[in-house]
């Protein structure tokens, strides 16, 4: 029985979030471990999982008379084992694919469309306290998360029409390590789920000398996320979910243009803070099809930027 109500627990509770993808600086809101799950894990298992994620974003350019704009889309794979009841490993590849154009101005326009292994993440999340009363039908469990963002990713792409580096927000990997830590509280009551989870994400700064490069001296912002979400079983096979999302960001540094001091770079930086619904159907036992859509319906951006919805879909399997 408990092995029973701790496979259900993994399944209606997993990917609660979206985790946090780097198009831009404040894009992506969410536990960078949500496609992992934040259900208790249950020993000796495997999760695999698959999801698309599409977003857009736009900000002002190093000239102000021009525009860039970026349209991603990322198929992420992520693998997760639980070796024990209370720790899962994780690794995610992201394949990714963006689109990205700067609209005349001064200068002539230009565009790219780089393709290919984004910046792999691996990470581990483990559950110090766990409580589950199989008659009440009640589960409660608070974890801590930590991981890193290993830089796989491409960061030499250029555009289709100069030939020369594309902007750094346009490259698929960021040159730099990442790492990030939180926490992460399920609790499970009948038909309704409450989870939440608080993050913090730190960037170094990319180790290439070549001064060429689009990605030299530049370092992403430092940021924190957050979230909770109510989810509510409507009947075995589906579950709808609500939560309120936000992320903050440091604006990113970057060299001037004499090349003699770093200074924060403009128009890079803020708060978004999303409403996301979503829906789940458990197809059988040991997988699940779900989506959900991060609507931002609050933004306190630095400079001239903009960010749209982002569009999850994705499919997870457990394998025991």
């Given at each position: 029985?408990?092995?029973?109500?701790?496979?259900?627990l993994m399944l209606t509770l997993s990917l609660s979030l979206p985790p946090s993808i780097y198009a831009c600086s404040v894009c992506g809101c969410g536990d960078p471990?949500?496609?992992?799950?934040?259900?208790?894990?249950?020993?000796?298992?495997?999760?695999?999982?698959?999801?698309?994620?599409?977003?857009?974003?736009?900000?002002?350019?190093?000239?102000?008379?021009?525009?860039?704009?970026?349209?991603?889309?990322?198929?992420?794979?992520?693998?997760?084992?639980?070796?024990?009841?209370?720790?899962?490993?994780?690794?995610?590849?992201?394949?990714?694919?963006?689109?990205?154009?700067?609209?005349?101005?001064?200068?002539?326009?230009?565009?790219?469309?780089?393709?290919?292994?984004?910046?792999?993440?691996?990470?581990?999340?483990?559950?110090?306290?766990?409580?589950?009363?199989?008659?009440?039908?009640?589960?409660?469990?608070?974890?801590?998360?930590?991981?890193?963002?290993?830089?796989?990713?491409?960061?030499?792409?250029?555009?289709?029409?100069?030939?020369?580096?594309?902007?750094?927000?346009?490259?698929?990997?960021?040159?730099?390590?990442?790492?990030?830590?939180?926490?992460?509280?399920?609790?499970?009551?009948?038909?309704?789920?409450?989870?939440?989870?608080?993050?913090?994400?730190?960037?170094?700064?990319?180790?290439t000398t070549d001064m060429s490069s689009p990605v030299y001296q530049y370092t992403f912002g430092n940021a924190l996320t957050a979230g909770i979400q109510g989810q509510?079983?409507?009947?075995?096979?589906?579950?709808?979910?609500?939560?309120?999302?936000?992320?903050?960001?440091?604006?990113?540094?970057?060299?001037?243009?004499?090349?003699?001091?770093?200074?924060?770079?403009?128009?890079?930086?803020?708060?978004?803070?999303?409403?996301?619904?979503?829906?789940?159907?458990?197809?059988?036992?040991?997988?699940?099809?779900?989506?959900?859509?991060?609507?931002?319906?609050?933004?306190?951006?630095?400079?001239?930027?903009?960010?749209?919805?982002?569009?999850?879909?994705?499919?997870?399997?457990?394998?025991?």
């Amino acid at each position: 029985m408990l092995r029973k109500f701790a496979v259900s627990l993994m399944l209606t509770l997993s990917l609660s979030l979206p985790p946090s993808i780097y198009a831009c600086s404040v894009c992506g809101c969410g536990d960078p471990l949500a496609s992992a799950g934040s259900a208790h894990p249950l020993a000796d298992s495997f999760r695999l999982s698959f999801e698309n994620i599409y977003l857009t974003a736009n900000a002002l350019g190093d000239d102000p008379t021009q525009l860039e704009s970026v349209r991603q889309v990322n198929l992420n794979t992520t693998l997760s084992y639980a070796p024990t009841d209370n720790l899962s490993l994780t690794v995610m590849l992201p394949l990714v694919e963006k689109y990205w154009s700067l609209s005349a101005g001064d200068d002539s326009p230009d565009s790219g469309t780089p393709f290919g292994i984004g910046d792999i993440m691996v990470g581990v999340r483990y559950f110090f306290l766990s409580e589950t009363d199989l008659k009440a039908k009640q589960h409660m469990g608070l974890a801590v998360s930590a991981g890193t963002y290993i830089p796989t990713g491409g960061t030499n792409f250029v555009s289709l029409i100069t030939g020369e580096n594309l902007d750094t927000h346009s490259q698929l990997g960021t040159g730099a390590w990442g790492f990030y830590g939180g926490l992460l509280l399920n609790r499970v009551m009948d038909d309704f789920t409450l989870s939440g989870n608080f993050n913090v994400i730190v960037r170094t700064t990319p180790g290439t000398t070549d001064m060429s490069s689009p990605v030299y001296q530049y370092t992403f912002g430092n940021a924190l996320t957050a979230g909770i979400q109510g989810q509510l079983h409507l009947a075995d096979p589906l579950a709808l979910s609500l939560a309120v999302e936000g992320r903050y960001a440091d604006p990113d540094r970057a060299l001037n243009d004499d090349g003699d001091a770093i200074e924060n770079v403009s128009n890079t930086g803020g708060t978004v803070i999303d409403a996301t619904p979503g829906i789940w159907w458990n197809v059988s036992g040991d997988s699940t099809l779900y989506a959900k859509v991060q609507i931002p319906f609050y933004t306190n951006l630095n400079g001239v930027q903009e960010v749209g919805p982002t569009y999850v879909f994705g499919t997870q399997f457990l394998i025991h």
